[in-house]
């Protein structure tokens, strides 16, 4: 799924499915403030992550952005 600018991947796969935030906030068990704070970017914990996308149903990809080989830093 591709979120447009300024639009989250969750917000945009969560109206996708017909969930409102306190919807998914009782099914993920997730306080609503910590998927508005997720949505804005201001949260991006792994672990809410992957709730978020089992409650949604979608794989965790979606959510969980993994560096590529060309993204992963360096070790020096």
């Known amino acids: 799924m591709i979120a447009a600018t300024g639009y989250s991947a969750l917000k945009a796969i969560r109206e996708t499915r ?18 508005i ?3 804005d970017g201001k949260d991006a914990d792994p672990a809410k992550l992957r709730r978020i ?9 979606e959510l ?4 590529t080989e060309e993204n992963r830093p360096t070790q020096q």
Not at 53 to 61: D, M, R, T, Y
Request: with cysteine; aromatic share 2%; net charge negative.
């Open 64 to 67: 969980i952005r993994v560096p």
């Open 18 to 35: 017909g969930y409102t935030i306190e919807e998914l906030s009782l099914t993920c068990g997730l306080a609503v403030g910590e998927i």
């Open 37 to 39: 704070d997720i949505e």
């Open 53 to 61: 996308a089992s409650a949604l149903q979608v794989p965790e990809e």
